[in-house]
């Protein structure tokens, strides 16, 4: 059985740093493209970011180009997900995802975590 599990959520101060992890367990890390997504209240799920299998290619969307970063360890089956600069409308439940099919849309994902809260104050 395929469990992802986030670690990492907590309340920040507006321009503070957060890392989110995820750990996957029951396979291997490196048999998926990993993706981290976010819902806030009363809003639908927003991609976040998506890596490769190998690491070896990115993609995140344009509202956290140059805060975010993903990044994994296969060895660690983690990813993780880097937040600096963080803003208020960064608050949201955070979720990872993994599959080699998902899209930006949230569709073909595999598995999903459990997701973990991140609160930015003003």
């Known amino acids: 059985q395929v469990q992802l599990v986030e670690s990492g959520g907590g309340l920040v101060l507006a321009g503070g740093s957060l890392r989110l992890s995820c750990t996957i367990s029951?396979?291997?890390?490196?048999?998926?493209?990993m993706g981290w997504f976010r819902q806030a209240p009363g809003k639908e799920r927003e991609f976040v970011a998506r890596?490769?299998?190998?690491?070896?290619?990115?993609l995140d969307t344009y509202s956290v180009k140059g805060r975010f970063t993903i990044s994994r360890d296969n060895a660690k089956n983690t990813v993780y997900l880097q937040m600096n600069s963080l803003k208020p409308e960064d608050t949201a439940v955070y979720y990872c995802?993994?599959?080699?099919?998902?899209?930006?849309?949230?569709?073909?994902?595999?598995?999903w975590g459990q997701g973990t809260q991140v609160t930015v104050s003003s």
């Open positions: 890596i490769s299998w190998n690491g070896g290619r990115t």
């Open positions: 995802a993994a599959g080699n099919r998902g899209d930006t849309a949230g569709v073909g994902w595999d598995y």
């Open positions: 029951g396979r291997t890390a490196s048999s998926y493209a």
